[in-house]
Each structure stands twice: as structure tokens, then as C-alpha cells.
């Protein structure tokens, strides 16, 4: 059961999630330690491996910076719940693995530490803190094929056939 991280925002932008001071760095374990600093210094605390971070319109708004997907990832965070996203920014977490779903009504109902279960396939986020059942356009099947790859380049490696070389 993942715990909810939640913020009550619209436009949560990428150089929030991760500070462009910070771009220098590649390793997931490295961005983790700056993770939302700017927003939210107590973050890094506050996260627990397999967590959702929940928040509102347009998150991932910004600059195109896979950076903000690795950071979020490196510090625990399992997936995002908003109400939408920017394009760029969803795709990099498809092409990442990384599990970013649209759900619009989750920001008014879900509260800070609630418990969730994310049906993916099905298109149900389940509050189990409050009993409590949110429906979202399911993952397709590819969408889901490149999370359970771990994103892109895996996929595509999975399904390269075997080189004679």
C-alpha cells in the first residue's frame, strides 16, 4: 500500500521538482537529496519507498528535463496522481517507467498519509484510508508495457531480436 504525499497546487513546474542547480548530476540517488527542495524542504523526509505524490493541473509544467522524473523516482516516490499533466512531462515518465496518472477528481479527496492502490489496467484509484473509489482513463496496454519494461530502452531491448554477432 503506497502513503499519499499530497500538495494542494496547480503547475508544480519542472524546475520545482528538480532545481536546475542540480542538472549536472545523472544518478537517481544523487537528484533524490534535492527532490521538490524548493517547494517543500521537508520532502525528502516525508517520502517512504512506493509513495504517490498527488497535486494538481499541469504538473511537470516547464522545461523538458528527464532530471525531474529521476529525482522523483530516486527519492521513493512510486507514482504521480494529478489532475493533468504537461505532455512533455508524462512522456518522460512512459519513457522512463515511471507511472504518472491523470485522476481529476483525487486532489479534493485524497489527504496526506492516505493509504492508495493503483489499478492501472483497470482505471481505479483506491483510497483504502477512506473507502473510497476514483476512476481514471486507464494505462494502455503499452503505456503499461513500458512501466513494467522500466521504460523506453528496455522495451525496446526486450523486444530487439537476439543479435548472431
Known amino acids: 500500500m503506497a502513503k499519499a504525499i499530497v500538495y494542494r497546487r496547480d503547475h508544480i513546474n519542472t524546475d520545482e521538482i528538480i532545481p536546475a542547480r542540480y542538472l549536472t548530476m545523472d544518478r537517481e540517488e544523487d537528484l533524490a537529496k534535492h527532490a521538490m527542495e524548493d517547494l517543500d524542504t521537508d520532502f525528502i523526509e516525508k517520502v517512504r519507498n512506493g509513495d504517490v505524490l498527488v497535486a494538481g493541473e499541469d504538473f511537470g509544467c516547464g522545461s523538458s528535463r528527464e532530471h525531474a522524473v529521476w529525482a522523483l523516482r530516486g527519492a521513493g516516490i512510486r507514482a504521480?496522481?494529478?489532475?493533468?499533466?504537461?505532455?512533455?512531462?508524462?512522456?518522460?515518465?512512459?519513457?522512463?517507467?515511471?507511472?504518472?496518472?491523470?485522476?481529476?477528481?483525487?486532489?479534493?479527496?485524497?489527504?496526506?498519509?492516505?493509504?492508495?492502490?493503483?489499478?492501472?489496467?483497470?482505471?481505479?484509484?483506491?483510497?483504502?484510508?477512506?473507502?473510497?473509489?476514483?476512476?481514471?482513463?486507464?494505462?494502455?496496454?503499452?503505456?503499461?508495457?513500458?512501466?513494467?519494461?522500466?521504460?523506453?530502452?528496455?522495451?525496446?531491448?526486450?523486444?530487439?531480436?537476439e543479435s548472431g554477432n
Do not use: W
Open 80 to 161: 504521480v496522481v494529478a489532475r493533468s499533466f504537461a505532455r512533455i512531462f508524462f512522456r518522460n515518465c512512459l519513457n522512463n517507467g515511471f507511472i504518472a496518472v491523470e485522476c481529476h477528481e483525487a486532489l479534493d479527496k485524497i489527504g496526506d498519509s492516505d493509504e492508495l492502490q493503483l489499478d492501472l489496467a483497470g482505471g481505479v484509484l483506491r483510497n483504502q484510508t477512506r473507502r473510497e473509489e476514483y476512476r481514471f482513463a486507464p494505462l494502455s496496454e503499452f503505456a503499461r508495457s513500458l512501466i513494467d519494461a522500466g521504460g523506453l530502452m528496455n522495451y525496446i531491448a526486450e523486444k530487439e531480436p
